[in-house]
Nanobody, 123 residues
Framework: QVQLVESGGGSVQSGGSLRLSCVAH????????MGWFRQAAAKEREFVSV????????LYSDSVKGRFTISRDNAKNTVYLQMNSLKPEDTAVYYC????????????????WGQGTQVTVSS
């Protein structure tokens, strides 16, 4: 079993930055693709980004491309999401997830989920 714990959320003004972290406990993440999703109030959860198990391949949603950067440190069993130029529409609960599939973008391709961390961007 894998337990994922996110941190780094908070409140920031438009244009600011935050870095989210997701630490895995219970099993190494080395052979899992790691993704970030987000869910805004009254909206469905949506894909944000994914990184391959080796870190050589990344994908981003169009809404965050060029502003967010996903990375991972397998030695620390941790994946990061650097979020720059934040906008009010980035306000959401952000979830990390682990998948045995390569570069998954769909929720049902993920095996493990964290509890989420709130990001609030004010204008």
């Amino acid at each position: 079993q894998v337990q994922l714990v996110e941190s780094g959320g908070g409140s920031v003004q438009s244009g600011g930055s935050l870095r989210l972290s997701c630490v895995a406990h219970g099993r190494t993440l080395t052979y899992y693709a790691m993704g970030w999703f987000r869910q805004a109030a009254a909206k469905e959860r949506e894909f944000v980004s994914v990184i391959s198990w080796g870190g050589t391949s990344t994908l981003y949603s169009d809404s965050v491309k060029g502003r967010f950067t996903i990375s991972r440190d397998n030695a620390k069993n941790t994946v990061y999401l650097q979020m720059n130029s934040l906008k009010p529409e980035d306000t959401a609960v952000y979830y990390c997830a682990a998948s045995r599939w390569p570069n998954p973008r769909q929720e049902d391709e993920y095996n493990y989920w964290g509890q989420g961390t709130q990001v609030t961007v004010s204008s």
